[in-house]
Each structure stands twice: as structure tokens, then as C-alpha cells.
């Protein structure tokens, strides 16, 4: 299963302050509200494909954004959605987003391993 951040990952910039949505294709590209290309990565494509054929068939997409629409939007628009089987974007904090999931995951009979940037 591969996870990815939206962000900096899939493209270089933040949905909701890099860039004016909603998006469009125009020209060959994604273009913002003003009509400013929004990149992405160059392989990130060929990088999600190559996961899917090797059958890797669970990525999930990850975003802590106010721009949940325009996140959605831009998975759409690059076509990256027939490779993502989970998306988890939302507006709110990293904190909510990993108590979330320790208890999603608790829910599942798994064990969670949370790595402390201080030791105890």
C-alpha cells in the first residue's frame, strides 16, 4: 500500500495558497482561475502507474487543506485518481489527522508504531 501527501509530493505547491482555483485544462495543462499553470511533478504518473502495475492497488492520498475541492479537483484533472483508492483530505490539523488514525487503525487489530522525535 503506498500513501501519499498531496503537497509537495505529488506536486510543488500548497492547493490552497500556491494557486487560484477552480482548475481547468487549457493549453496541454492544468491552469488555475487565472490562468497560471499548476505543476506537478514530472514523473508522478509514471511513478503512480508503475506502482499499480506491480501490483501495488491500495495508495491513498493524503491532504490537510482548506482546499479539499481543489485537491479533489487536481487528482481529477491529472487523472491520478484511477491510481488513489482512498482519499483522506480534509481541513484540520496533523494532530486530528493522526488520532484518527490510531484509532482507525486500533479498529483493525493492528499494532501502530508512533516514533517520538524525543526519546522517553
Not at 106 to 117: A, D
Amino acid at each position: 500500500r503506498g500513501r501519499f501527501k498531496d503537497w509537495y509530493t505529488l506536486w510543488p505547491l500548497w492547493v490552497d495558497t500556491h494557486v487560484d482555483s477552480p482548475f481547468q485544462t487549457g493549453f496541454g495543462t492544468v491552469r488555475d482561475s487565472i490562468f497560471a499553470k499548476v505543476p506537478i511533478y514530472h514523473n508522478t504518473e509514471k511513478f503512480l502507474s508503475s506502482l499499480h502495475s506491480q501490483g501495488f492497488m491500495h495508495c491513498i492520498a493524503v491532504s490537510l487543506t482548506s482546499e479539499t475541492e481543489g485537491a479533489n479537483q487536481l487528482l481529477s484533472l491529472y487523472k491520478l485518481d484511477q491510481y488513489i483508492s482512498f482519499k483522506e483530505i480534509y481541513p484540520g490539523s496533523k494532530v486530528t489527522h493522526f488520532k484518527r488514525n490510531i484509532v482507525e487503525v486500533c479498529r483493525l487489530g493492528k499494532f501502530l508504531l508512533t516514533l517520538l522525535s524525543k526519546p522517553l
